[in-house]
């Protein structure tokens, strides 16, 4: 995400989703133009930064300096532009030229991206563009060169771990609004990006003690609450608790139809293999988010599964993933055992302070003291003594 602001130059911003859908700020950049060559250094930089790890998909916006220096730099991760960048976008070019035609295509327009077909997506963007005579629209032509990187029907069996969702979206706007809010000079800036980001630390500490409540007595949701994290958890919930409203139909072939009791949305086809508790569903919600959706989930009911098989609780959603910090190339290396060691320590700490609130209050009070002690004498030590050692967050799903 590239954004302009003063001090003459672009910053950019490197964003990922942590375990409990929250954003992750992984760095900054600024630059001082928009040439394809400083794109690349911005991503060869941050490659560097993540030890030479590709992401496996990865969002922006539609710049085409952005785009070609991500497919030149970036040949195996999957591009996606998220609808949230397109549709303010589409009101821009085709309101005015469209006129009171507008509304009949925006409307058209929003149902195509959410077709679960490609052929259906393929037959009605020519009968729109025919019926509304944009045959030789250059932004017509643009977006449809780009539609494996936008259209839902192109972009849902790739892994996008709910980044494409609006809520991602606006918690991404809140962490811009912390550092652009207040500005005094650079340095002023530097300083409201670390205090932006330790905020959303604490932020994601809390959603990680989030209680979560019962909402089906089914045994499948009270087993998914010991695996998953809040966020997790709640979406698959909503999933089981609008499953209840279809109803799957086996055909021949042992494939079911799952179907909305007032037929709202159509119907999806669901394919069961037995011989490995394969499910794999036409929507593709768990190629895209990870989580099993109401089509899946009514099968397994049917099927008197009291608990969803191991391979559809993610590593990414998972609550033993949280927060786990680890060496890239080191994990059993013995430098690294004073970090094992420690990590286990916290553990048992913050598993101890957590009965009470008199405990947790004593911890968090004497903890932020004594980190913040330590910090600034570390900050005060040399930088280099031969040996780096840095820490990543666990690369996810
Ligand atoms: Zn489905």
């Given at each position: 995400?590239?954004?302009?602001?003063?001090?003459?130059?672009?910053?950019?911003?490197?964003?990922?989703?942590?375990?409990?859908?929250?954003?992750i700020f992984f760095g900054c950049v600024l630059l001082q133009d928009e040439?394809?060559?400083?794109?690349?250094?911005?991503?060869?930089?941050?490659?560097?930064?993540?030890?030479?790890?590709?992401?496996?998909?990865?969002?922006?916006?539609?710049?085409?300096?952005?785009?070609?220096?991500?497919?030149?730099?970036?040949?195996?991760?999957?591009?996606?532009?998220?609808?949230?960048?397109?549709?303010?976008?589409?009101?821009?070019?085709?309101?005015?030229?469209?006129?009171?035609?507008?509304?009949?295509?925006?409307?058209?327009?929003?149902?195509?991206?959410?077709?679960?077909?490609?052929?259906?997506?393929?037959?009605?963007?020519?009968?729109?563009?025919?019926?509304?005579?944009?045959?030789?629209?250059?932004?017509?032509?643009?977006?449809?060169?780009?539609?494996?990187?936008?259209?839902?029907?192109?972009?849902?069996?790739?892994?996008?771990?709910?980044?494409?969702?609006?809520?991602?979206?606006?918690?991404?706007?809140?962490?811009?609004?912390?550092?652009?809010?207040?500005?005094?000079?650079?340095?002023?800036?530097?300083?409201?990006?670390?205090?932006?980001?330790?905020?959303?630390?604490?932020?994601?500490?809390?959603?990680?003690?989030?209680?979560?409540?019962?909402?089906?007595?089914?045994?499948?949701?009270?087993?998914?609450?010991?695996?998953?994290?809040?966020?997790?958890?709640?979406?698959?919930?909503?999933?089981?608790?609008?499953?209840?409203?279809?109803?799957?139909?086996?055909?021949?072939?042992?494939?079911?139809?799952?179907?909305?009791?007032?037929?709202?949305?159509?119907?999806?086809?669901?394919?069961?293999?037995?011989?490995?508790?394969?499910?794999?569903?036409?929507?593709?919600?768990?190629?895209?988010?990870?989580?099993?959706?109401?089509?899946?989930?009514?099968?397994?009911?049917?099927?008197?599964?009291?608990?969803?098989?191991?391979?559809?609780?993610?590593?990414?959603?998972?609550?033993?993933?949280?927060?786990?910090?680890?060496?890239?190339?080191?994990?059993?290396?013995?430098?690294?055992?004073?970090?094992?060691?420690?990590?286990?320590?916290?553990?048992?700490?913050?598993?101890?302070?957590?009965?009470?609130?008199?405990?947790?209050?004593?911890?968090?009070?004497?903890?932020?003291?004594?980190?913040?002690?330590?910090?600034?004498?570390?900050?005060?030590?040399?930088?280099?003594?031969?040996?780096?050692?840095?820490?990543?967050?666990?690369?996810?799903?």
């Amino acid at each position: 995400m590239i954004r302009s602001i003063t001090y003459d130059m672009l910053f950019g911003a490197w964003f990922g989703i942590d375990n409990n859908g929250q954003p992750i700020f992984f760095g900054c950049v600024l630059l001082q133009d928009e040439t394809l060559r400083s794109f690349a250094w911005a991503i060869q930089t941050l490659i560097r930064f993540m030890k030479g790890r590709c992401p496996q998909t990865i969002l922006s916006d539609l710049d085409p300096r952005l785009r070609d220096a991500i497919t030149s730099e970036l040949p195996s991760t999957k591009h996606v532009t998220s609808i949230w960048n397109i549709l303010p976008k589409v009101s821009s070019w085709f309101s005015l030229q469209l006129g009171s035609q507008y509304a009949d295509f925006k409307s058209e327009f929003d149902a195509l991206y959410r077709l679960e077909s490609t052929e259906d997506f393929e037959l009605r963007w020519n009968q729109m563009v025919s019926i509304f005579g944009l045959g030789s629209d250059k932004h017509i032509t643009l977006l449809y060169s780009l539609r494996t990187s936008w259209v839902l029907s192109y972009v849902r069996v790739h892994f996008l771990a709910r980044m494409a969702t609006t809520a991602y979206s606006k918690s991404v706007d809140a962490f811009l609004k912390g550092i652009f809010g207040v500005q005094s000079c650079l340095r002023g800036f530097f300083e409201q990006v670390g205090i932006a980001a330790n905020l959303q630390n604490e932020r994601h500490q809390e959603i990680q003690c989030q209680y979560m409540h019962m909402k089906t007595c089914l045994p499948i949701e009270e087993h998914s609450r010991q695996i998953l994290t809040p966020f997790a958890f709640n979406a698959l919930q909503q999933e089981l608790i609008v499953s209840m409203q279809y109803a799957a139909s086996e055909m021949a072939n042992g494939s079911y139809l799952v179907r909305h009791f007032r037929k709202i949305d159509g119907e999806s086809l669901v394919i069961w293999i037995p011989e490995d508790e394969q499910i794999h569903c036409s929507c593709k919600e768990f190629e895209s988010s990870g989580i099993l959706c109401r089509h899946a989930l009514r099968v397994f009911i049917d099927k008197n599964y009291f608990q969803l098989p191991e391979k559809y609780f993610l590593s990414r959603w998972r609550r033993e993933s949280s927060l786990m910090f680890y060496d890239d190339h080191s994990v059993h290396d013995k430098d690294d055992e004073w970090f094992q060691e420690f990590q286990s320590l916290t553990e048992t700490l913050f598993a101890e302070s957590s009965i009470t609130k008199e405990r947790s209050d004593y911890i968090r009070r004497e903890l932020t003291k004594e980190l913040t002690r330590l910090l600034n004498e570390v900050r005060d030590m040399p930088e280099n003594d031969g040996a780096p050692m840095d820490f990543t967050l666990t690369p996810t799903d």
